[in-house]
């Protein structure tokens, strides 16, 4: 039997993107087909690097093809990634924006925002981090980049800084440009604009994912950036207590308001567990145990994943060494969990139709 490009596009239509629930053919993640004789080769394109299935589908696909077209087909497949993308005119070279917020300040959210950028980018992903809590900027300290200043270049006559870049992460925080001893007291229009001058004053390239670290709480701030920056989703930070609980539920709320309107990829429960060195199999719930999420589940979000409280993720942070670059630590495995969470969640909903709204007549 001859073997056709017909023939292995058809047969690939039984294979399905766990995710999205469509076939892979249907979603144009079929590339580069080739047919020589027996010897069939194409690439199959992934919404992110990060997909967890990527054996499965590859495995499901070569079966397809054996199976449906000839049993004699010898099948070569290359695995790729092309990040799905959001429609961003403010950024056009940046695919998806993802702010982490918190309810509550003392959760560990800028934490979460350092760890899951990184992992991100260890999974093969161009990642910018923007420190966006001008309050309190904290992320040059997890980045080791404190006393860094941005370089500023001329893109089409007019001039751009550049993001400072460290562990492969671009990052931008109002950290560079306050002095570190110095608290900044600003008033709300004030810190809007330079919230706004973080976003479109820097030349950011060519990202995949952009992670905004935001003030805890739910205010101005908040708002203006879902006013001036296309969100392609949210991510909440809690700890299992009931009272940072309460705090979450509000700032899911904030996000799901029609006049906001920002997806909830999900809840990340950082505090989890307590885990001694000495024992790194025993899991002590201080805090309480599953808080966020069975508050997950209660909001009908995803729940991410659960960070253990571990003295070492401290540690690593101040030392300027977010600690999913400790490899195959417990923590380190936790984060990147979370981050493959996150990145399914943004294919997911960027491959999900938006309600269409009639104008009022």
Known sequence: MSITKEKVLEALKNVDDPDLKKDIVTLGMVRDLQVEGHKVSFTIMLTTPACPMKEMIHNAAKNAVIHYVSKDAEVSIKMDADVTMKQNNLLPGVRNIIAVASG???????????????????????????????????????????????????????????????????????????????????????????????????????????????????????????????????????????????????????????????????????????????????????????????????LAVPFLGEIPLVQSICESGDAGMPAVLQETTPQALAFMQVARNVAQQIAIANATPKPVTNPAN
Request: glycine letters at 10%; zero cysteines.
């Open 104 to 298: 509550k300040g003392g959760v560990g959210k800028s934490t979460v925002a350092a760890n899951l950028a990184v992992a991100l980018g260890k999974m093969g992903a161009k990642v910018g981090l923007v420190d966006a809590d001008i309050y309190g900027p904290s992320v040059p300290i997890m980045f080791d980049v404190i006393h860094e200043k941005p370089n500023v270049t001329a893109i089409d006559g007019k001039n751009k800084m550049l993001p400072v870049e460290s562990h492969g992460i671009k990052v931008m925080s109002i950290g560079f440009f306050a002095d570190p001893d110095q608290a900044i007291p600003w008033r709300g229009p004030m810190a809007t604009r330079a919230l706004t001058q973080l976003f479109t004053d820097v030349a950011w390239g060519e990202l995949d994912y952009m992670i905004v670290d935001l003030p805890p709480g739910t205010g101005d701030i908040h708002l203006s950036l879902v006013q001036s920056v296309p969100l392609a989703g949210a991510l909440i930070v809690s700890t299992p207590q009931q009272v940072a609980l309460a705090d979450a539920r509000k700032g899911v709320a904030m996000f799901k308001l029609p006049q906001v309107n920002v997806p909830i990829l999900g809840i990340v429960e950082n505090m989890a567990y307590f885990s001694p060195v000495e024992l790194p199999g025993n899991k002590y719930y201080i805090f309480g145990k599953g808080g966020a999420k069975a508050l997950a589940e209660q």
